[in-house]
């Protein structure tokens, strides 16, 4: 534990709210939780060895929550989660929210919260096997409610959505209630459904759910992404970069460590049965400014950059929105806001990749 250092710098007797400044290595974590009194006590992460999933972990671990991950490690990595393992607070189950044997596992337990994360990142998947979505998102989701059902305990619901719901919105930028939600990819509609089954689960059965929409979420543990993928394009060749589309995507990209405290802080501080956040920067950045971030990383010159053209008016692929930027208005109301704009993110995030390909 001595690369962790944890500074209390607040601790307000009229809100009995702590608020924590947690490094581990290059992941700071700021935690406004009345977890530390004991309010919250047994918190389930379905995904919770993935990148975001793991971050929450961290996060709830710090704050003396018992934490249980079940995972079924298609997209997450154990090294996200093994400085746990031998906590008595903390317990690791391989299982899949598909499979009704894997369910059973969490039968005995109750829980105080419930972060589910668990789902199929890959938003181009979506063209090539929609059923992939359907199941891995939506039928997923849909047992984990059943499950809730179950069991004696109502837990509070923390669910991740996406921008992509809004598909292609004409109001930029997008703020929660913009109408009507088309989302132009598999992903985003089945992430939408699942914002319905679980606002139909919340009013039907006493359920408090938050929802958050995330904006493009970067840091040093993602798996897939811009980012990642112009890394590995470049190691292999240093000299010219493919980038899909017409490179004039312009989106908005937040830090994991800003992510975090916005997932937390709009836990603690959700007042309605249901409550739906958007959680981004406030500005963008295209696609093309990324490659130039992670060329200048990486100290390479001179390289090529090469534009697939892609479809349907430039996009990288079909489903891919071109202009994203949430409208951060009524999570900012809260007390949050991003301690990085997009480029900041990109910069952060470069570094910390190509730092971790280099070690």
């Known amino acids: ?80 989660v093994n400085r746990w393992l031998h906590s008595h607070h903390f317990t690791l189950l391989r299982g899949d929210l598909l499979h009704a044997s894997d369910l059973s596992k969490l039968e005995a337990e109750s829980f105080d919260l419930v972060f589910h994360l668990a789902a199929n990142p890959e938003v181009r998947v979506g063209s090539i096997n929609p059923g992939m979505h359907f199941q891995q998102n939506l039928v997923a989701t849909h047992n984990l409610l059943e499950y809730i059902r179950k069991t004696q305990k109502t837990p509070t619901l923390v669910f991740t959505s996406t921008s992509t719901v809004y598909g292609e919105p004409k109001t930029i930028p997008t703020p929660e209630n913009y109408s009507p939600l088309a989302p132009i990819s598999i992903y985003g509609a089945t992430k939408l459904a699942c914002e319905a089954l679980i606002s139909g689960y919340a009013h039907t059965y006493g359920l408090k759910a938050i929802i958050y929409r995330l904006a493009n979420i970067i840091g040093p543990r993602s798996t897939h992404g811009v980012i990642r993928d112009f890394i590995q394009k470049l190691e292999k060749n240093r000299h010219e970069l493919e980038i899909l589309g017409d490179g004039t995507q312009n989106k908005s990209y937040l830090h994991i460590s800003d992510c975090t405290e916005a997932i ?96």
């Not at 990148?51 to 249980?68: D, N």
């Not at 990324?290 to 100290?299: L, N, T, V």
């Open 264 to 359: 937390i802080l709009g836990m603690e501080k959700s007042k309605h049965k249901l409550d739906v956040y958007n959680v981004g920067s406030e500005d963008q950045i295209s696609v093309k400014e990324i490659a130039r971030i992670i060329i200048k990383e990486m100290g390479l010159r001179n390289v090529k950059l090469t534009f697939s053209g892609g479809v349907d008016g430039g996009r990288g692929w079909r489903g891919d929105v071109k202009n994203m930027l949430l409208d951060i208005t009524r999570i900012k109301s809260l007390g949050w806001k991003p301690k990085q704009n997009s480029k900041q993110a990109v910069e952060r995030t470069a570094k910390e990749l190509v730092n971790t390909t280099r070690a």
């Open 1 to 80: 534990m001595s690369d962790i250092l944890i500074n209390v710098i607040v601790y307000d007797n009229n809100t009995n709210t702590h608020l924590i400044n947690l490094y581990h290595n290059t992941l700071k974590i700021l935690i406004y939780s009345s977890v530390v009194t004991g309010t919250m006590k047994k918190a389930l992460v379905t995904g919770g060895a993935g990148f975001i999933g793991s971050a929450i972990v961290e996060a709830l671990m710090f704050s003396k929550t018992k934490v249980t991950v079940f995972d079924n490690f298609s997209s997450g990595v154990l090294t996200n």
